[in-house]
Each structure stands twice: as structure tokens, then as C-alpha cells.
């Protein structure tokens, strides 16, 4: 187990609906991670949040947004579901700097209708 | 922006045989980790690269850095069942320490 956790594991949700996500990162870690995984494609980075703040952002639009709690807990919420938006979400803690590795939660799995 | 591209997609080996997947990138990297992630499964960290030339093993895993550091590879020697499932290369950007990630090499274990 990586102290990563995610919830819900599972979600289902409707086209034109919101979504919020929730990671509770591993003890010590300030920088938490969130990607987007398709069906046998690699995660594709969405933002990745440092104390509290985005620090960086893929290619996604503004519709995906997040938060980073004072514990480094973070919420990704998605806005105006597409069904393209259906997929894994994975968060991942890290303690940041140049050779930090990224310790995965489980996921959650969203699937859009 | 900065890529990397990993092949091939899939490889289809009998038990015992070998594997390999490949990384490779147009930009010098500052370091390469490599994840495997089982079917159904989050990815899980294996191993860290950062110098040029370097070579790791874990036990039956060989894990290469190119010289110019542009390139990595991941080598398993007489696959085994417990093998199966997906390997991902992932590079940290020189900017901010975003993980830029390889398409994936599925491995898949002939019956």
C-alpha cells in the first residue's frame, strides 16, 4: 500500500454533470499529482498542486480544476461532464524536488453517460 | 513541449522468454523512472535513473540510461506470469517536476 487513498474507487456520472475527487496524499508528501488514464493509454498529466498552489498544468481545459487542503489533500472536479471524460483518475503524492518518485493511489473510476 | 515515446505498444512472449521496451525522447532528460502497472491496477514505481550511462538491475530487470540521456530501456530476462501488465516510462521536466509519461508497453504472456 502506498498511503495513497482515493474515493470514490468508482463513479458514475451523466453527460452535463459536475464531479468532485478526492486524494488523501501519503504522510509527509507535499505535492500531489492528478492524471487522466484512458483505456490502455499511459496517465496524462492534468495540474499537479505544491502547498496549496497549481504548480504546472497539462492540457486540459479550464472545466478541470482542483484544490490542495492545508493537510495536502486535493480534490480534482470536473465540470460539464463529456462522455470522453470517462476514464481512471489517479492521484499521486510526491515530496517534490528533482528525484521524487510518485506514489500512486488506486484510482477512481469515472465513467460518463 | 517535451515528449516521450515508447515502444513498441505491445509484446506477445512465451513464458521464459525475454522482453523489452524502449524510451526515447528529442530533449535530454534530467531523469527517467520507470512504472509497471498490472491489469486493473494503479502504476507502481520500480526504479529511478539520473546519470548518464546508468544501469540497474532488480534481480531479473535491467534498466538502462543512454549516454546522451535521451534514451532508457527496460529489459526482463525469462518473463515469468507475474510479469504481465503494463510498463511506463516517465520523465521529470526540467521546470517543475512534471512527470511526462510514455505510451506503455504492454506486456503479454503467450498461453
Known amino acids: 500500500e502506498t498511503g495513497v487513498t482515493q474515493s470514490p474507487t468508482h463513479l458514475i456520472k451523466t453527460r452535463g454533470q459536475q464531479v468532485t475527487l478526492r486524494c488523501s496524499s501519503q504522510s509527509g508528501h507535499n505535492t500531489v499529482s492528478w492524471y487522466q488514464q484512458a483505456l490502455g493509454q499511459g496517465p496524462q498529466f492534468i495540474f499537479q498542486y505544491y502547498r496549496e498552489e497549481e504548480n504546472g498544468r497539462g492540457n486540459f481545459p479550464p472545466r478541470f480544476s482542483g484544490l490542495q487542503f492545508p493537510n495536502y489533500s486535493s480534490e480534482l472536479n470536473v465540470n460539464a461532464l463529456e462522455l470522453d471524460d470517462s476514464a481512471l483518475y489517479l492521484c499521486?503524492?510526491?515530496?517534490?524536488?528533482?528525484?521524487?518518485?510518485?506514489?500512486f493511489g488506486q484510482g477512481t473510476r469515472l465513467t460518463v453517460v | 513541449g517535451q515528449q516521450v515515446m515508447q515502444i513498441p505498444q505491445y509484446q506477445h512472449v512465451q513464458e521464459g522468454e525475454d522482453f523489452t521496451t524502449y524510451c526515447n525522447s528529442s530533449t535530454t532528460l534530467s531523469n527517467i523512472q520507470w512504472y509497471k502497472q498490472r491489469p486493473g491496477g494503479h502504476p507502481v514505481f520500480l526504479i529511478q535513473?539520473?546519470?548518464s550511462g546508468e544501469v540497474k538491475k532488480q534481480k531479473r530487470l535491467t534498466f538502462q540510461f543512454g549516454e546522451a540521456k535521451k534514451n532508457s530501456s527496460l529489459h526482463i530476462t525469462a518473463t515469468q506470469t507475474t510479469d504481465v501488465g503494463t510498463y511506463f516510462c516517465a520523465a521529470l521536466t526540467d521546470s517543475n517536476y512534471q512527470l511526462i509519461w510514455g505510451a506503455g508497453t504492454k506486456l503479454i504472456i503467450k498461453p
Open positions: 499521486a503524492s510526491s515530496s517534490g524536488g528533482e528525484r521524487a518518485e510518485a506514489f
Open positions: 535513473l539520473v546519470k
